[in-house]
């Protein structure tokens, strides 16, 4: 009787501490699946990183305003245009890319005549343009105050000098319109005497010479090729070459933002 209890003693025992390992397996399961539900899973292969996304540059704006300038400097039709020299244009043309002028030189009866031309100043029936060449209508050799005002052309700077292998030289400072060369001032410099030259006399205003002296300068310098018969083409030229140097500064501009 007495082994009779202890097997069965034995048995519930044994029954029992199964059941319970059974329930704590069921248990750990359980909990293990939550914790896999409520974990998120990591990939081995793919490196752990903090980087945070990158703030926008306080320059951004700037530089997407230019390169839209860019663009639209492109999509000008001018800014590539090239100008064909017109036969029988006596002159030699640099041009440096960033400069804001072209020369223009060439040799005549031993003497070497360099012309300056600056970038053109458009009319283009705006005030602010009016406002702008008022100067250059007042300085007109051939106004009269009992004329009407002539309309405001576009027109061309010009810097005419006439050097010889030594001595003075002759400066011009001259406005080309479509049909005609004003010039405006002149001087006598000494180049190979800057002394000389700083303290020179300049002469009268070439406003008040004598209109026949006035005629006979006129003629000396459209001699020496200085004729409005060039004018149209460094009209275009001008313009052409201010839409260039105008893409080339946005770009630079570009550069210096973005570096």
Not at 121 to 143: C, I, Y
Request: hydrophobic share 30%; glycine share 4%; charged share 35%.
């Amino acid at each position: 009787m007495a082994t009779l209890v202890r097997r069965a003693a034995s048995r519930f025992v044994g029954n029992y501490c199964k059941n319970r390992s059974f329930v704590y397996s069921l248990l750990d399961q359980s909990a293990y699946g939550r914790r896999q539900h409520l974990t998120p899973s990591v990939d081995r292969n793919v490196p752990f990183t903090t980087s945070t996304k990158k703030r926008a540059s306080p320059t951004d704006p700037l530089l997407r305003i230019i390169e839209t300038e860019i663009g639209y400097a492109e999509k000008a039709d001018d800014y590539d245009r090239v100008e064909e020299t017109p036969s029988g244009f006596p002159f030699k043309m640099e041009d440096k890319p960033g400069g804001k002028i072209v020369t223009l030189t060439r040799e005549y009866e031993g003497e070497t005549v360099k012309v300056e031309v600056h970038m053109t100043n458009l009319v283009t029936g705006d005030k602010e343009d009016d406002e702008d060449d008022e100067e250059e209508a007042e300085n007109e050799e051939d106004e009269d105050e009992d004329k009407p005002e002539k309309p405001k052309q576009s027109n061309v700077p010009l810097l005419v000098t006439l050097s010889k292998k030594s001595g003075p030289s002759l400066e011009f400072r001259c406005t080309a319109f479509p049909d005609k060369i004003v010039i405006k001032d002149m001087w006598v410099t000494f180049p190979d005497d800057p002394a000389k030259d700083e303290l020179a006399y300049e002469g009268p205003s070439f406003r008040v010479l004598d209109e026949k002296l006035r005629k006979a300068f006129h003629r000396y310098i459209e001699i020496r090729g200085i004729k409005p018969s060039m004018i149209n083409f460094l009209h275009e030229y001008m313009i052409n070459k201010d839409s260039r140097e105008h893409l080339l500064w946005l770009k630079s501009l570009k550069n210096f933002v973005k570096s």
